[in-house]
């Protein structure tokens, strides 16, 4: 089941504005991905992460893999219109005995007003 | 190109009906997954598969059945067992040496 606690569930930002949001657990993972969903949509994989403290840009989207290896950020910079959707975090957690399956977070949900 | 289907995009049934939903994949990938998204909430696995012929119950495998029996195609069947059948279907897959899941554009099942 869910391990992952997302938050915010939701953001309201203006067109412009940077935003941040994180996944965070009591477990310890090995592989952290970010993914985005539009409406009625398939999730886009943003990012992968694979190592502790390991930053990685796609664009103006900017995710860490936290040091302590339990959490995990995603920042958007300067956010336009087309930001708008839910954004996923999800992770493959050490000592998962259920081969190849992720932990996925409850996702947080972003709102651009123009 | 390659990819992911899913079809259809939308689907509706009677309760009581079986339906399957399809899930194709060019990418020769070896894992495919199913999972279950309900307004507002997160991803539920129903089922996974890591090889042909061989699949894995998810959180709430209850009332859905699955087969492997091509690398390429991994059907859902939602079966008239299933209480809540109405939602949005997910079909994902991975390719063997990462973790990383691809999606496909889902099927939004609507049974009445």
């Known amino acids: 089941g869910q391990q992952l606690n997302q938050s915010p569930q939701s953001m309201f930002i203006q067109e412009g504005e940077d935003v941040s949001m994180n996944c965070t657990s009591s477990?310890?993972?090995?592989?952290w991905l970010w993914y985005k969903q539009d409406p009625g949509e398939g999730p886009v994989l943003l990012i992968a992460l694979y190592k502790a403290g390991e930053l990685t840009s796609n664009g103006r989207l900017t995710a860490q893999f936290g040091i302590t290896r339990k959490d995990s950020f995603l920042n958007i910079s300067a956010s336009i219109p087309s930001d708008v959707g839910i954004y996923f975090c999800?992770?493959?957690?050490?000592?998962?005995?259920?081969?190849?399956?992720?932990?996925f977070g409850e996702g947080t949900q972003l709102t651009v007003n123009p | 190109d390659g990819g992911i289907t899913q079809s259809p995009k939308y689907l509706f049934r009677k309760e009581g009906q079986n339906v399957t939903l399809s899930c194709e994949q060019n990418l020769n990938h070896d894992a495919m997954y199913w999972y279950r998204q309900d307004p507002g909430q997160g991803l539920r696995l129903i089922y996974y598969?890591?090889?042909?012929?061989?699949?894995q119950k998810g959180d709430i495998a209850e009332g859905y059945s699955v087969s492997r029996e091509k690398k390429e195609s991994f059907p859902l069947t939602v079966t008239s067992a299933q209480k809540n059948p109405t939602a949005f279907y997910l079909c994902?897959?991975?390719?063997?040496?990462?973790?990383?899941?691809?999606f496909g554009p889902g099927t939004r099942l609507t049974v009445t």
């Open positions: 994902a897959s991975r390719p063997g040496h990462t973790y990383e899941q691809y």
């Open positions: 477990s310890i993972f090995n592989t």
């Open positions: 999800a992770g493959r957690r050490v000592g998962e005995t259920s081969g190849s399956r992720l932990t």
């Open positions: 598969s890591q090889i042909v012929n061989d699949f």
